[in-house]
């Protein structure tokens, strides 16, 4: 005990179980203490091994025990962190697809690529990323199955992730197959009420292997023990209900929960005692394979010849800052010692939906075109699938430059109306009718502003997506079923912008030509405002119109400023409904007028007007607003008069009559 309690710089302490074996480490105390076990099993006239196998555990015991009374002071693992990787993902969903091809050496192939395989087929030398040929050459027998469409996958993933929220609603997804679960809070409540004697047991493997979790200050050993019970309950629910098999990975953050996941691959799960984190990273060598190292941090550490995780972990932390800058370089050394504090982020629903294809060079725009539509077909049906409304779509193209041998990506955006999906009476989103031509279209817009048709061009990549998702509430008792009356005409239809001003298409001959004052586009750093590009003849504008600069609003005024008594408040403009205007329903009846209001005389042509008004703009109006209006003027009189001010202001009255008078 004496021995124990020694002042720090009488006793130096190996760091590492490997620093002990290999280096000159030796304390007195550890000295004194393998001595006593001799001693003790010479007493006993023990065997020789079992002397040397209980000295080597005292040693162990001995350098645990160290590390973590210096782990009481500088750390602790307040989280459980589990991180689940479903093995071999694209090939166990096709294998759920096709039992026959259950146990069978089976690749999945995009374009002449294998992507992924299942275990059978890598104990034959096929690996991930290997061209067909080679995997067929090593592998005849291989199975291979086209995987070009992410359906089917992204549709086992959403489930997954629907099954793993159950255990907890603190889920970040990685990818397809796998995820993070920070299931902290839901272990502190199963250890609620449990004493130390009735302490859960390690399920599954424990990392370094033969070690045990050892008691720990701040309690991780028993939070992690709990932890690997939960894991496997998760894991059990994963194949049972979808018949999938994982691996987990447990520790006390994400970093190490998804390393130490890996050891023990496949359908298996380990736990990684905490103070062992630095030692288990140092048995990784290349430092590449620590999470949050890329290849061109790789070739930067290389230039100062950092090229071993353990190479990391003792440089000096100045040198690293010098290469680096402060914060990157304490965040690699962190890393390099299992030191993460990243939180898991809960993953909502994606802000945007895309889809990508590389291709051969394309230099037609037909066959850009034909591209796009296939796109866009199976992007709807992800759509679809989400149940929300994008109001955006985002077009991608990668072009290539034969000359310089280098390419490039260049994206453009737009807004697209709502009312292009609609909902089916059974509850599920579609395309409306013509819709896919329409969305077709803008997407061809976007690429003629990318791409000058003139000249030669070569793309190797497409990729479209949808953004600024809305969600929409539909049924009897939601609030837009009780705003909306049937016989009310679509706002976003209700004109026909141009240039020039309001004008309303006849029947028979629906065009909407381009309002340039007000783009009815939102792209990046760019807006469709030439007139160059003609607008397609459709029942509605295609491109959502922005309501902030159009001169609709000028013919409608705010309220007018006539006596609550009035009759006349009734016909009111601001008053009506939106139906009651039928300015894109021509062919409707017009609705009937209110019993208080004025006899509509005929409309009088245009040498009866003022001539301060536009006969044009007056003739938009509807027959009530015209017949307010010449009432109006035909006998200034009778027109209502503003109450009188207790000021001695000059009151004004806001008419219709001012909204059509030059000096106001």
């Known amino acids: 005990q004496h021995l124990w309690e020694e002042p720090e710089e009488r006793i130096v302490w190996p760091r590492r179980t490997h620093e002990f074996h290999h280096s000159r480490n030796f304390t007195p105390c550890l000295c004194i203490l393998l001595f006593l076990f001799v001693v003790t099993y010479h007493h006993h006239q023990l065997p020789p091994g079992d002397c040397c196998a209980g000295a080597a555990d005292a040693v162990r015991w001995a350098i645990s025990q160290r590390a973590m009374s210096r782990m009481e ?91 793993l929220q159950r255990f907890t609603p603190a889920v970040e997804k990685l990818g397809f197959d796998e995820n993070y679960m920070d299931v902290t809070r839901e272990i502190e409540e199963r250890l609620q009420g449990v004493t130390m004697s009735d302490d859960p047991e390690v399920v599954g493997c424990v990392c370094p292997e033969g070690e045990m979790l050892p008691p720990c200050p701040c309690g991780c050993d028993r939070r992690l023990a709990a932890g690997t019970a939960l894991a496997q309950e998760v894991r059990e629910a994963l194949h049972t209900e979808l018949g999938l098999t994982t691996c987990a990975g447990i520790a006390h953050n994400k970093l190490l929960a998804k390393l130490v996941g890996g050891v023990n691959k496949p359908n298996n799960q380990t736990v990684l005692v905490p103070h062992c984190a630095a030692t288990f990273l140092a048995d990784l060598e290349k430092v590449r394979r620590v999470t949050g190292v890329g290849q061109k941090t790789e070739a930067l550490l290389a230039e100062i010849g950092i090229r071993t995780v353990r190479d990391l972990q003792d440089v000096d932390i100045e040198r690293l800052q010098r290469k680096f800058g402060h914060e990157t370089a304490s965040k ?50 992800q759509v679809v699938d989400d149940g929300r409304i994008p109001i955006a779509i985002k077009m991608t193209l990668r072009k290539f430059d034969p000359a310089k041998k280098t390419s490039h990506r260049e994206t453009k955006q737009a807004n697209i109306l709502p009312s292009l999906f609609k909902l089916r009476p059974e509850g599920k989103l579609n395309l409306t009718e013509g819709g896919h031509e329409k969305l077709l279209r803008i997407v061809m817009r976007l690429f003629e502003r990318l791409i000058d048709l003139r000249q030669p061009f070569n793309i190797t990549l497409l990729g479209l997506a949808f953004s600024k998702f809305q969600e929409r509430r539909f049924g009897p008792c939601s609030i837009a079923n009780f705003l909306i009356k049937k016989s009310d005409v679509e706002v976003q239809s209700v004109t026909s912008l141009t240039s020039d001003g309001v004008t309303i298409s006849p029947p028979g001959r629906e065009t909407f030509p381009r309002f340039v004052s007000a783009s009815p586009v939102a792209m990046e750093n760019d807006a469709f405002s030439d007139t160059s590009v003609a607008s397609d003849v459709s029942s509605e504008p295609e491109l959502e119109p922005s309501p902030k600069k159009t001169r609709i609003g000028l013919l409608i005024p705010k309220r007018p400023c006539y006596p609550r008594h009035d009759p006349m408040d009734t016909s009111s403009p601001s008053k009506l409904r939106v139906a009651d205007l039928r300015l894109n329903s021509l062919d409707s009846p017009p609705p009937p007028p209110s019993s208080l209001a004025e006899p509509t005389p005929a409309t009088p042509d245009a040498q009866s007007l003022p001539n301060c008004v536009d006969p044009e703009v007056f003739k938009a109006l509807p027959p009530d607003v015209q017949g307010e209006l010449i009432a109006t003027w035909t006998n200034p009189a009778t027109a209502p008069a503003a109450p009188a001010a207790a000021s001695s202001t000059k009151s004004t009255c806001n008419t219709l009559h001012r909204y059509f008078i030059t000096n106001k």
């Open 73 to 163: 002071v500088s750390e602790t693992h307040p989280r459980v962190i589990i991180h689940i990787d479903i093995d071999c993902f694209y090939a166990q969903v096709e294998e759920l697809r096709n039992p026959q091809l259950r146990d069978k050496p089976l690749g999945v192939q995009q374009k002449n690529i294998v992507v992924t395989c299942n275990y059978p087929a890598r104990e034959r030398g096929v690996d991930k990323l290997m061209p067909v040929a080679e995997a067929r050459r090593r592998c005849p027998e291989l199975q291979l199955v086209r995987g070009e469409d992410l359906t089917p996958y992204r549709q086992m993933s959403s489930r997954v992730f629907d099954v």
């Open 332 to 381: 690699l050394k962190d890393l390099s010692l299992g030191r993460d504090n990243m939180p898991v982020r809960a993953t909502g629903r994606p802000k945007s939906i895309g889809l990508e294809d590389s291709c051969r060079a394309i230099s037609v725009k037909q066959d850009v075109e034909e591209k796009f539509s296939v796109l866009l077909v199976r992007l709807v049906n």
